[in-house]
């Protein structure tokens, strides 16, 4: 009988194949395990007006750990109308079945690391002094709050009129909106909480202790956007003054943060953000280190010990019909490395993540990415690794 059950959710388009491989490599590192399939996804939104259906809520509630691929999301009148006739009456509105989870399962902490691997001809560069050519080290871990904010979901389009009359109490409203019709009218929300906000705080600091990074960069927008940014700002000033006040606590808006990425990102170390800030910086790192190929996450719920592991690139379907699959499974296998650290595997991911880093520097086997190819159907014809292909290179220095 195996250790454990790890719910595997393949989801959408390039999820099925990365996480195919990604199995195929905790196999051969000798995890301990077998898969049981959970259902979520664009297939589950048309056929059942569900693309986060029951069942699959009861195998993460059951087994608590799960590896996810991908999912195509797509706006809400696109989502109507590619549901069938009997569906259609029931009135049935598309909502994201990743944030679905996060919001079920409590799983607030959403952690992505981006690191440079040497030898991925897709690192940053830029020009050193006298024109030399200089790649600094990123490493730089971004903690995201991962259930409210922007992506909380409270929304309207024409809000109703208990809603409209609230909003008409705020005098910035009145001047701004007050003349313009309700009907025309679409809004969302951002909401923080002290609890979630103090959470994501706290697992930021308690990762920088550690692991011993010098800094954690609370990167929001309190000039501008004051009760929430400005609330994460000064919760993080009391937690580091009281609790952690040998790391150092910097505070940058995201706008800015952008563009230093660019010319200093040796600088940072943790950084937290709320849910979309966080989305932003962190793809924005990720683009340091070769893209999103590279990127992985988790989410997860420090006192119920379930968590949810995905590389948070997209479904990418344009890729999904091709005989041979060429998308980079990096980002999967690196995602099952941080359900290992959090399930207390940790021997076996660092074996993972040496053979990987040993592939990559190595580089006799690159993907069509990794080979600043354009992804076509033909770049395997034309040298570029398969996802297979990748897996196996893994695979043999395991």
Same mark, same amino acid.
């Given at each position: 009988?195996?250790?454990?059950?790890?719910?595997?959710?393949?989801?959408d388009?390039?999820?099925?194949?990365?996480?195919?491989?990604?199995?195929?490599?905790?196999?051969a590192?000798?995890f301990d395990?077998?898969?049981?399939?959970?259902?979520?996804?664009?297939?589950?939104?048309?056929? #059942?007006?569900?693309?986060?259906?029951?069942?699959?809520?009861d195998?993460?509630?059951?087994?608590?750990?799960?590896?996810?691929g991908a999912?195509?999301?797509?706006?809400?009148?696109?989502?109507?109308?590619?549901?069938?006739? #009997?569906?259609?009456?029931?009135?049935l509105?598309?909502?994201?079945?990743?944030?679905?989870?996060?919001?079920?399962?409590?799983?607030?902490?959403?952690?992505r690391?981006c690191?440079?691997?040497?030898?991925?001809?897709?690192?940053?560069?830029?020009?050193?002094?006298?024109?030399?050519?200089?790649e600094?080290?990123?490493?730089?871990?971004?903690?995201?709050?991962n259930?409210?904010?922007?992506?909380?979901?409270? #929304?309207?389009?024409?809000?109703?009129?208990?809603v409209y009359?609230?909003?008409?109490?705020?005098?910035?409203?009145?001047?701004?909106?007050?003349?313009?019709?309700?009907e025309?009218?679409?809004?969302?929300?951002?909401i923080?909480?002290?609890?979630?906000?103090?959470?994501?705080?706290?697992?930021?600091?308690?990762?920088?202790?550690?692991?011993n990074?010098?800094?954690?960069?609370?990167?929001?927008?309190?000039?501008?956007?004051r009760?929430?940014?400005?609330?994460?700002?000064?919760?993080?000033?009391?937690?580091?003054?009281?609790?952690?006040?040998?790391?150092?606590?910097?505070n940058?808006?995201?706008?800015?943060?952008?563009?230093?990425?660019?010319?200093n990102?040796?600088?940072?170390?943790?950084?937290?953000?709320g849910?979309?800030?966080g989305?932003?910086?962190?793809?924005?790192?990720?683009g340091?280190?070769?893209?999103?190929?590279?990127?992985?996450?988790?989410?997860?719920?420090?006192?119920?010990?379930?968590?949810?592991?995905e590389?948070?690139?997209?479904?990418?379907?344009?890729?999904?019909?091709?005989?041979?699959?060429?998308?980079?499974?990096?980002?999967?296998?690196?995602?099952?490395?941080?359900?290992?650290?959090?399930?207390?595997?940790?021997d076996?991911?660092?074996?993972?993540?040496?053979?990987?880093?040993?592939v990559?520097?190595?580089?006799?086997?690159?993907?069509?990415?990794?080979?600043?190819?354009?992804?076509k159907?033909?770049?395997? #014809?034309?040298?570029?690794?398969?996802?297979?292909?990748?897996?196996?290179?893994v695979?043999?220095k395991?």
């Amino acid at each position: 009988m195996a250790k454990r059950t790890i719910v595997a959710m393949p989801g959408d388009g390039i999820g099925k194949p990365v996480l195919n491989e990604t199995i195929r490599v905790l196999d051969a590192a000798g995890f301990d395990a077998e898969y049981v399939e959970g259902d979520i996804g664009w297939e589950f939104w048309k056929s #059942e007006g569900n693309p986060l259906p029951d069942r699959t809520i009861d195998l993460i509630k059951k087994h608590k750990i799960g590896l996810f691929g991908a999912i195509t999301s797509k706006p809400k009148d696109a989502a109507f109308d590619e549901l069938s006739d #009997e569906l259609k009456q029931k009135k049935l509105v598309y909502s994201s079945p990743i944030v679905g989870l996060r919001q079920h399962f409590g799983l607030d902490i959403c952690m992505r690391p981006c690191h440079t691997y040497t030898g991925n001809p897709l690192n940053f560069i830029r020009r050193g002094v006298g024109d030399a050519i200089d790649e600094p080290l990123v490493d730089v871990v971004i903690f995201r709050q991962n259930t409210e904010g922007l992506y909380g979901g409270v #929304e309207w389009s024409n809000p109703p009129e208990q809603v409209y009359d609230a909003l008409m109490t705020h005098p910035k409203f009145v001047s701004n909106f007050g003349e313009t019709p309700k009907e025309e009218i679409s809004v969302s929300t951002r909401i923080f909480t002290k609890r979630a906000t103090e959470r994501i705080l706290r697992a930021a600091f308690e990762h920088a202790k550690k692991y011993n990074y010098k800094s954690v960069t609370v990167c929001e927008k309190p000039n501008v956007i004051r009760e929430t940014s400005g609330m994460m700002f000064k919760m993080a000033q009391e937690i580091q003054k009281v609790d952690f006040p040998n790391i150092d606590l910097w505070n940058t808006n995201i706008d800015a943060q952008m563009m230093w990425l660019t010319k200093n990102p040796e600088d940072y170390g943790v950084i937290v953000a709320g849910n979309m800030f966080g989305d932003i910086v962190s793809d924005g790192f990720a683009g340091l280190i070769g893209g999103l190929g590279f990127a992985c996450s988790a989410q997860f719920n420090p006192d119920s010990g379930i968590g949810v592991f995905e590389p948070t690139h997209g479904s990418a379907p344009k890729y999904a019909d091709y005989d041979t699959s060429i998308v980079n499974p990096i980002a999967m296998i690196e995602s099952a490395c941080m359900m290992l650290d959090f399930i207390n595997e940790n021997d076996i991911a660092a074996r993972i993540r040496k053979a990987v880093a040993e592939v990559i520097e190595e580089g006799k086997v690159r993907t069509y990415d990794m080979s600043k190819m354009r992804g076509k159907a033909d770049v395997v #014809e034309k040298g570029a690794a398969s996802t297979v292909e990748m897996a196996n290179a893994v695979i043999a220095k395991l």
